[in-house]
């Protein structure tokens, strides 16, 4: 990875707040930036429903420390057959597949219309990781859409077009939410529903990330 430039403040900082108070830097500096990010692990109730439960996370980082894992996926994630727009299948069995960032997009912007809240998902897809990181240093984690493991993607199954987007399924597929990067260890900091708060290979995770279709969605 490209190295970044910081202010001294920056580079001295332990702990940060953006402007609204609600996002807290654990570390920031030109070589590393740590969100503080709590995780939330999927399983048992939702083995298949990694995507709400990213969304979950990625909420209760803006605020909304209250919000119960299966609030999103029961109450606010549309349910279908085309895996753009709707999950497809059941998040609380095995059986279930999955969606992408126009699902979780509505699922989300529902949630924060009814909270009252200014706050907004946005659709990032066909965004370069390096903007996505730069969200980051600005204090915004991501959800993103990458394999369970960091293993190498396969496509497979199915493809459906939505707004012009082509959306091929791939194997293994898994949400998580982006909080931070490394880069004297070219690494990037995920929290990841399965595996909890981990540290994944740069270059293997962007890898994924651009095979995939560079699937992400930040709430600002």
């Given at each position: 990875?490209?190295?970044?430039?910081?202010?001294?403040?920056?580079?001295?900082?332990?702990?940060?707040?953006?402007?609204?108070?609600?996002?807290?830097?654990?570390?920031?500096?030109?070589?590393?930036?740590?969100?503080?990010?709590?995780?939330?692990?999927?399983?048992?109730?939702?083995?298949?429903?990694?995507?709400?439960?990213?969304?979950?996370?990625?909420?209760?980082?803006?605020?909304?420390?209250?919000?119960?894992?299966?609030?999103?996926?029961?109450?606010?994630?549309?349910?279908?057959?085309?895996?753009?727009?709707?999950?497809?299948?059941?998040?609380?069995?095995?059986?279930?597949?999955?969606?992408?960032?126009?699902?979780i997009v509505s699922a989300v912007?529902?949630?924060?219309?009814?909270?009252?809240?200014?706050?907004?998902?946005?659709?990032?897809?066909?965004?370069?990781?390096?903007?996505?990181?730069?969200?980051?240093?600005?204090?915004?984690?991501?959800?993103?859409?990458?394999?369970?493991?960091?293993?190498?993607?396969?496509?497979?199954?199915?493809?459906?077009?939505?707004?012009?987007?082509?959306?091929?399924?791939?194997?293994?597929?898994?949400?998580?939410?982006?909080?931070?990067?490394?880069?004297?260890?070219?690494?990037?900091?995920?929290?990841?529903?399965?595996?909890?708060?981990?540290?994944?290979?740069?270059?293997?995770?962007?890898?994924?990330?651009?095979?995939?279709?560079?699937?992400?969605?930040?709430?600002?």
């Amino acid at each position: 990875m490209q190295s970044s430039s910081s202010s001294p403040a920056e580079e001295k900082a332990s702990t940060q707040k953006t402007e609204d108070g609600k996002l807290d830097f654990c570390t920031r500096s030109y070589l590393r930036v740590e969100l503080k990010v709590e995780n939330v692990r999927q399983n048992p109730e939702l083995p298949t429903g990694c995507e709400s439960v990213a969304a979950t996370i990625a909420l209760r980082s803006v605020g909304y420390t209250d919000l119960e894992k299966c609030t999103i996926a029961d109450e606010y994630l549309t349910k279908g057959t085309n895996y753009a727009v709707s999950y497809v299948g059941n998040p609380h069995t095995s059986s279930g597949a999955g969606c992408f960032p126009p699902a979780i997009v509505s699922a989300v912007n529902k949630y924060l219309r009814e909270q009252g809240s200014s706050l907004r998902a946005s659709d990032l897809t066909g965004t370069d990781l390096e903007e996505l990181l730069a969200l980051v240093d600005s204090g915004y984690p991501v959800i993103i859409w990458n394999t369970q493991g960091n293993v190498s993607a396969r496509t497979g199954g199915a493809s459906v077009t939505y707004n012009g987007t082509v959306y091929q399924w791939y194997h293994p597929e898994h949400c998580m939410v982006l909080y931070g990067y490394d880069r004297e260890k070219d690494a990037v900091l995920i929290s990841d529903p399965i595996d909890g708060n981990v540290e994944r290979s740069y270059q293997q995770f962007k890898k994924n990330y651009d095979a995939i279709g560079q699937y992400a969605v930040v709430i600002q």
